[in-house]
T-cell receptor, first 115, second 114 residues
Framework: NAGVTQTPKFQVLKTGQSMTLQCAQDMNHEYMSWYRQDPGMGLRLIHYSVGAGITDQGEVPNGYNVSRSTTEDFPLRLLSAAPSQTSVYFC??????????????FGEGSRLTVL | SQQGEEDPQALSIQEGENATMNCSYKTSINNLQWYRQNSGRGLVHLILIRSNEREKHSGRLRVTLDTSKKSSSLLITASRAADTASYFCATAHISNFGNEKLTFGTGTRLTIIP
């Protein structure tokens, strides 16, 4: 079982560049989400999706775009990278919404540095 | 702002002792979950307790929930070196758009001293 797969694992960007963090899951999970983790801040929710075609904002959505065209994939786009977006990014998915039995399965993270 | 906050931020105990971590949250919840994160890895789900439950056990883990105080605690009994990790509570609640989301606290860093 691959579970939740994130690519790339490491990335260095220059300010103003754009990129997409990829996330794919093979568990047929409806719910997918992106978090960023910064020292002392815990995990903060960026965007999430409750199914294909449906996305919603989390706590820190500014500077990030998402789309959910398939059940399996939930890419996170940075349109114009800023140093404040230097962080470790985690993608997570669950079969059901977190409010029911939604145990989240996490990827191994993508470490992004913006210079 | 963060929904949950863990206390203490860091905890060091001797192997074999019990470890207790606390979590406080701000708004009403559907459930509360605890996760573990080993250094440099993704988070792993430990246990879920629903808003109508007061206590739950799983192996060496015991979780309590007090909705009147908006707080939860995680007890790890007979700690082992392998329990060294960061522990996060997460609360499931309804967003302004009616969807459910999971919000994490800031975490407790647990170190087990052999």
């Amino acid at each position: 079982n691959a579970g939740v797969t994130q690519t790339p694992k490491f990335q260095v960007l220059k300010t103003g560049q754009s990129m997409t963090l990829q996330c794919a899951q093979d568990m047929n999970h409806e719910y997918m989400s992106w978090y960023r983790q910064d020292p002392g801040m815990g995990l903060r929710l960026i965007h999430y999706s409750v199914g294909a075609g449906i996305t919603d904002q989390g706590e820190v959505p500014n500077g990030y775009n998402v789309s959910r065209s398939t059940t399996e994939d939930f890419p996170l786009r940075l349109l114009s990278a800023a140093p404040s977006q230097t962080s470790v990014y985690f993608c997570a998915s669950s079969l059901n919404s977190p409010g029911s039995t939604g145990e989240l399965f996490f990827g191994e993270g993508s470490r992004l540095t913006v210079l | 702002s963060q929904q949950g906050e863990e206390d203490p931020q860091a905890l060091s105990i001797q192997e074999g002792e019990n470890a207790t971590m606390n979590c406080s949250y701000k708004t009403s919840i559907n459930n509360l979950q605890w996760y573990r994160q080993n250094s440099g890895r993704g988070l792993v789900h430990l246990i879920l307790i629903r808003s109508n439950e007061r206590e739950k056990h799983s192996g060496r883990l015991r979780v309590t929930l007090d909705t009147s105080k908006k707080s939860s605690s995680l007890l790890i009994t007979a700690s082992r070196a392998a329990d060294t990790a960061s522990y996060f509570c997460a609360t499931a609640h309804i967003s302004n758009f009616g969807n459910e989301k999971l919000t994490f606290g800031t975490g407790t860093r647990l170190t087990i001293i052999p």
